[in-house]
């Protein structure tokens, strides 16, 4: 997706199987994370739960493979609708930031956006702005 785009839902029985969607989805992400984590704790730990120091290069490549398949899904759900990537809120309206190329809800795209006016104000005033992030507040303008 190129552009800004809001998806606003009205209706509350379309709102709800919305939220059951993204719950769904979401549970099922935490679950492979779940089966990933154990496999991996499988080859990185020894029968007492300690890390191995040295693993066989074919239990290192299965290693690196699933943490690889773990980071993907990761990054999958961090862009995907399911959740505000601000408030990590599921039953909200969201509004998707081409720039960051992630979907916030509408509540946090407007606070993100009255921040960047706010702090830009305070910019032409000559106040120290202190670790003020301004691409990201701005992609929300």
Known sequence: MKKKKSIVIKDPKLQ?????????????????DIKLTSEIDAISRDSEGQLRMHLTPSESAEFKRLKDIRSQISEIVDKSICYCTGCKQIN?????????????????SEEFRDHYYQQKIRKQKGEFLGDYHEFFFKTFT
């Open 16 to 32: 709800r199987i919305r939220n059951n969607l993204r719950e769904i989805l979401i549970k099922m992400f935490q679950n492979k």
């Open 92 to 108: 909200k309206d969201m509004a998707y930031n081409a720039k960051l190329k992630r979907w916030y809800c509408l509540e946090c």
